[in-house]
């Protein structure tokens, strides 16, 4: 038997070999999904309840609170992750001192803890403004939503700033040098011809971040924004119905997480145009 016979017979046999593993832990999976529907459909959940509260007007004032937050927080979380990425890849020592400082800073303080400091900057600062020209009480300025707002976005801030750079070291140093040739300043190479090449490196995490940005909002219950846990613990501390509502909120973030990932999906499609790598067969090979 020629060493060609004896590989096509090898391939024949893994093509024919059943993944017994692979079929195993399906039927675990499907089992253990088919287990937690049954246990809770039987469980002690008043299901009339969650359906009453889908669409009660404090759920939906706190769904729309919840989704504009999310875009409020992550438009300041790009653009000043945008601008700290650009001072760490910048020639400038300084500049690159002080993305690095921030980056470390607002990484290692827990979103939580950040969202407490804003909301009680007052008593540390009572009045913020220009002394003898201009200052405004803290405790009216500092609000849940700005608050929020800052906590969310400074710190998502450090991660994306990370992703960006990432993705502006991804570009190839010959795109940048015929860039120069032509006589790009920085600037120019930058918004022209760096970042859209970026972008598909940079959309997949930021993508992700946006998603994670609609569940931390969340952590501002703890600080009283009205988005939809907290109103949604706001009417199940009066009625009691606790896991209900905690339904009805789940059943919510999801709609939205799944929204915005067919949406990221999209735009990841979009960006990775010329660059999807298909193997073909080569000539003469089945």
Do not use: H
């Amino acid at each position: 038997m020629t060493a060609l016979r004896k590989t096509e017979l090898a391939n024949l046999t893994k093509e024919k070999r059943i993944p017994w593993a692979q079929w195993a832990t399906a039927l675990i999976a499907v089992s253990s999904l088919a287990f937690l529907i049954i246990s809770f459909a039987q469980g002690n959940i008043n299901w009339g309840t969650v359906g009453r509260y889908l669409f009660d007007k404090g759920i939906l004032l706190g769904l729309i609170n919840t989704i504009w937050m999310t875009f409020a927080a992550m438009f300041l979380t790009i653009v000043l992750g945008t601008i700290l990425a650009i001072m760490k890849i910048a020639p400038n020592g300084v500049l690159k001192s002080i993305s690095g400082f921030y980056i470390w800073l607002f990484r290692g303080i827990p979103q939580l803890l950040q969202l407490f400091l804003w909301y009680n900057l007052a008593l540390v600062f009572p009045y913020i403004g220009i002394p003898g020209v201009l200052g405004v009480e803290t405790s009216s300025l500092m609000t849940p939503v700005l608050a929020t707002v800052l906590g969310l976005g400074l710190c998502q801030a450090a991660y994306t700033a990370e992703v960006v750079r990432a993705g502006v070291l991804s570009v190839d140093d010959g795109q940048v040098e015929a860039a120069s040739s032509i006589g790009m300043r920085y600037g120019q190479q930058l918004y022209r011809v760096i970042l859209p090449q970026a972008m598909r490196v940079i959309i997949p995490p930021v993508g992700n971040y946006f998603i994670t940005m609609v569940k931390l909002t969340s952590l501002a219950s703890a600080i009283q924004f009205s988005e939809i846990l907290y109103n949604a613990q706001t009417i199940y501390y009066v009625n009691g119905q606790v896991m209900e509502l905690l339904f009805v909120a789940t059943f919510w973030y999801l709609i939205v997480i799944t929204v915005l990932t067919l949406i990221q999906a999209r735009i990841e499609t979009y960006f990775s145009k010329g660059y999807t790598r298909e193997s073909k067969p080569r000539n003469g090979s089945n």
